[in-house]
């Protein structure tokens, strides 16, 4: 054979043992590829639990659609019972991973599928999980933590506390003119000396300043004089009718002298030498320096004449200048440091005792008076200075001062401060309750204080503020999200609605997000949706919400209209209808000097007040009536527990206050009510208060002056359309 032939003989030799070896190969790989392609019951089991049947439930309140929960219960803000937000319980898509993308830094281009440079900035791109973002919204983005570091995003927590605001105003030193005294002639005459020379003279009660020449001095004295050897005659009796009557003729000229300016001792010595003179000697009502002289010796004068101007600089007066944006934190009473040019360094305290109730048109500034002592003499008046003012403010703008809660204050001076009611040791004036001035008090975790992040988390644009929040549970994932902001305090914003506390907002990096999502066509600060965005629950709800800073606080301008059109049901003027009831009847009481009667009707008030269903209440209306309830309670509390009748009437013009309005929002249900204004209550500051009937009947001064006051409107019963008869 030749060699060929032989090997083919081989290979046929073992050719049924290479057909078995692949034909089993052949067997073993389809059966691989089928066990691996049939999924197995545990696996789809796996599978489904992960993804199809995962549920989501959040619970929220009707009331109030910010609160989100993980589990039904009680709302922490009202105590209605939690219902199941709409959509929550159903089940979650699985997400699928997407191709990766690259983005950078600065985000100048969309994520791009390759990596490289960027074509705006030249920066290395680097990869970003664009995963999820259409899924979770159209507002949201979601960053890899190599895009976080880069973009140097920082989140801080939304939290609740009294912010500082810091008011800034320039001024200068005055003299305290209700320290300034008058050197005056009090009978004609001729300047024949004056001891004090020049101004700038510090004098003290009491010195000699001017030593005066007047022909009716000699006439007055030689009255006197047979004023008394009648008198004399008189008592040693005989005298003619009179004598007898000689001593009330002396203490009459006694009298004219002392208003003519003499001291006792000056008459003393007229009746002791026995002669009359022309001269008489004027000295210093006061203490002080010598600021003004007005004329030179051997000048004639009239009576009424200024001679001097003495001013006592031991206190002055600061006035400063602030911009009418400042205002809301300015209130009476408060402490005020300022710095003078001539002490750079040395910082001063004053009390604010005067805002200016009139606006310079051409500065846009208003006048504000501190008082300030000034013991050493090292300030002077005309000095400049710079002031700092620090407010704390709660819920609403309003001031929180610590010192002052619950104290009373006269309207007049402002250093007078005491723990308990009394009359100013000044100028007599009954104090009133720092409460009524504007100030409040809030304790540490009260709800009063209010929502604030930092001014760097929101993005401005408008009317419109923007900010981003680190979605809960999605690390890298941030969402839009439109708020409504209160004022800016210091470096800090209030705000209104849109956010809960807790929730974390982007103070650093936020740009750079909003213009990776302007890029994308997401919504952003410069492109919001097409229809404006509802911060929560429904449209009624979302349009209410809107106006929230219009919400009426405790303190009201009575004689404006109300500033919201509530939604108001006419079933809840029902509810309403017994708190109006047992106000009437403290007005009832007070106005006839009862005192146990207005505790008794106070309490209950009180109780009508919890029995009210707020359910009825929906959107604005609801959250309005809880703020005005609050203050209801807590001016009714306070009558209640009042030790006199005095304190009972001053807890009653903070319960009117709030009660008037609550009339107006909220109505009446089926008998007009009258709003009576009394000017003289409460020093002239005057007061308001509800009644039924149409003559006054004066709460806050009784049999005193039952029929002071004047009726300012009349609160109509609402109608079924939810308005007062009267149109509001």
Known sequence: ?????????????????????????????????????????????????????????????????????????????????????????????????????YACSMFCVPPMPMPGDCPICGMEMVEVDDSG???????????????QKLAEIETIPVSRKTVTAEIRMVGKIDYDETRLGYITAWVPGRLERLYVDYTGVPVQKGDHMVYLYSPELSTAQTELLEALRRAKAAQAGGGSILDERATEWVEDIRDKFRLWGMTDEQIAEIEERGTTSDYMTIYAPMGGIVIYKNLLEGAYVETGTRIYTIADLSHLWVKLDAYESDLAWLRYGQKVEFEAEAYPGDIFVGTVAFISPVLDAKTRTVKVRVNVENPDGRLKPEMFVRAVAHSEVAAGGRVVDAELAGKWMCPMHPEIVKDQADDCDRCGMPLVRTESLGYVSVEAGSTEMPLVIPASGPLITGKRALVYIEVPGEPGTYEGREILLGPRVGNQYIVFDGLTEGERVVVHGNFKIDSAVQIMAKPSMMNPDEEKPEPSGDDELGQDVATSHEMPSPRHDLDSPVGLKLNIPPAFAAEFKPVLAAYLTIQDALSHDLHKPAQDAAKDLAAALNDVDMGLLEGQAHMAWMKEASDLAKSANDLAGSSDIQRARSAFALLSESMIVSAKCYGVASESVH?????????????????????TENPYFGSAMFRCGVMKETIAPRTAGGANDDGE
């Open 133 to 147: 973002g259409d899924e979770g919204g159209p507002r949201t983005l979601t960053l890899s933590k190599m895009a």
């Open 1 to 101: 054979m030749k060699p060929a032939d032989n090997k083919v003989l081989k290979i046929l030799s073992h050719t049924p043992t290479l057909l078995i070896v692949v034909v089993v190969f052949v067997l073993g790989y389809t059966f691989k590829g089928l066990v691996s392609s049939a999924p197995t019951s545990s696996s789809t089991s796996t599978v489904d639990t992960s993804t199809d049947d995962a549920v989501e439930e959040i619970w929220t309140c009707s009331m109030h659609p910010q609160i989100k929960l993980p589990k039904p219960g009680k709302c922490p803000l009202c105590g209605m019972d939690l219902i199941l937000a709409e959509g929550a319980s159903k089940p979650r898509k699985a997400q699928k991973k997407s191709a990766p993308k």
């Open 675 to 695: 709003r009576f204004h009394c000017p003289m209550a409460f020093g002239d500051r005057g007061g308001d208060w509800l009644q039924r009937k149409e003559k």
